[in-house]
């Protein structure tokens, strides 16, 4: 059983950058493919990035290419999503998810933990 928890969530202005983390217990960290997805109110959750176990390979959303960044730190089982170049429209509550052998990166249902979300809120 993995268990996540992200931090690093706030309030930015347009333009600025956060980087969130993830923090990862329970099971063997560099095994698992990790992704990032976030939920807007009224709104669906998304893929927002993904990594695999290695980080060796990357997948993003069309809408946050070139502005985030997925990696991961094995050593300190951490995951990080850097966000650059905020829109409002990138507020939403971000979470991380795991698993060991996704069907496809690029979806919610492939993923087998999730940790509770982080809020990020950008003001225009």
């Known amino acids: 059983q993995v268990q996540l928890v992200e931090s690093g969530g706030g309030l930015v202005q347009a333009g600025g950058s956060l980087r969130l983390s993830c923090a990862a217990s329970?099971?063997?960290?560099?095994?698992?493919?990790m992704g990032w997805f976030r939920q807007a109110p009224g709104r669906e959750r998304e893929f927002v990035g993904a990594l695999t176990w290695s980080g060796a390979r990357t997948y993003y959303a069309e809408s946050v290419k070139g502005r985030f960044t997925i990696s991961r730190d094995n050593p300190k089982n951490t995951v990080y999503l850097q966000m650059n170049s905020l829109k409002p429209e990138d507020t939403a509550v971000y979470y991380c998810?795991?698993?060991?052998?996704?069907?496809?990166?690029?979806?919610?249902?492939?993923?087998?933990?999730w940790g509770q979300g982080t809020q990020v809120t950008v003001s225009s």
């Open positions: 329970g099971g063997t960290f560099s095994r698992y493919a």
């Open positions: 998810a795991a698993v060991l052998r996704p069907t496809t990166y690029y979806s919610g249902s492939s993923y087998d933990y």
